[in-house]
């Protein structure tokens, strides 16, 4: 079984940055992050194609997030910046499989492994 720890969360302040970490104990064709608040269905909030350069995000994220992965260490990453209190959720990591379809990727039906959350409270 596929392993996924998120860690990284914790307590901001608007406008300021949270760093979140995701080590797989093995690869996906895609990476991806997703985040729940109270309430709320699940979203999806970027994914990364480990063969390749692209990564994918949320239009809720307009450049203030940045997915980015470490080949040696199975590692992702999401940089968030110019935090909003309404960005405060449980982020999830997940780990995918291969589709044709990008579209797929921003689907929670794309991801097979889910890491167990890691909060983020972004306060005003």
């Known amino acids: 079984q596929v392993q996924l720890q998120a860690s990284g969360g914790g307590l901001a302040q608007a406008g300021g940055s949270v760093r979140l970490s995701c080590i797989a104990s093995r690869r996906g064709t895609v990476m991806g992050w997703f985040r729940q608040a109270p309430g709320n269905e699940r979203e999806f909030v970027a994914a990364?194609?480990?063969?390749?350069?692209?990564?994918y995000y949320a239009g809720f994220v307009k450049g203030r997030f940045t997915m980015s992965r470490d080949d040696a260490k199975n590692t992702v990453y999401l940089q968030m910046n110019s935090l909003k209190p309404e960005d405060t959720a449980v982020y999830f990591c997940?780990?995918?499989?291969?589709?044709?379809?990008?579209?797929?990727?921003?689907?929670?039906?794309?991801?097979?492994?889910w890491g167990q959350g890691t909060q983020v409270t972004v306060s005003s």
């Open positions: 990364i194609v480990w063969s390749r350069p692209n990564t």
């Open positions: 997940a780990r995918g499989r291969r589709s044709d379809s990008i579209a797929y990727y921003y689907t929670s039906d794309a991801y097979d492994d």
